[in-house]
């Protein structure tokens, strides 16, 4: 139970992100235009820290989430060919 609520808490703060979106960009014309671009990166922020905090909680809390997060980045890296 407590997997898949770590699991889920990603994708609310993903619905987040599009709320706060469509807040800067006055997209509901019923609520009109709210916030700004840093709350959409906030909310970006948000999904990040919470996928981390799944990482962590799925690999039994050994501090590992950065690391792995820094060799995954270093993959897409060098597969996308801005890391040689
Ligand atoms: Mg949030």
Redesign the pocket.
């Known amino acids: 139970m407590v997997t898949w609520a770590r699991v889920a808490k990603i994708a609310e703060?993903c619905g987040?992100v599009v709320a706060a979106y469509i807040g800067v960009t006055g997209q509901n014309p019923r609520k009109g235009v709210a916030g700004s671009m840093d709350d959409v990166v906030d909310?970006l922020l948000?999904v990040a820290l919470t996928a981390l905090a799944a990482v962590e909680h799925l690999t039994g809390h050994r501090g590992e989430a950065l690391g792995l997060l820094n060799r995954k980045i270093v993959r897409t890296g060098i597969r996308a060919g801005v890391i040689t």
């Open positions: 703060e987040e909310e948000d």
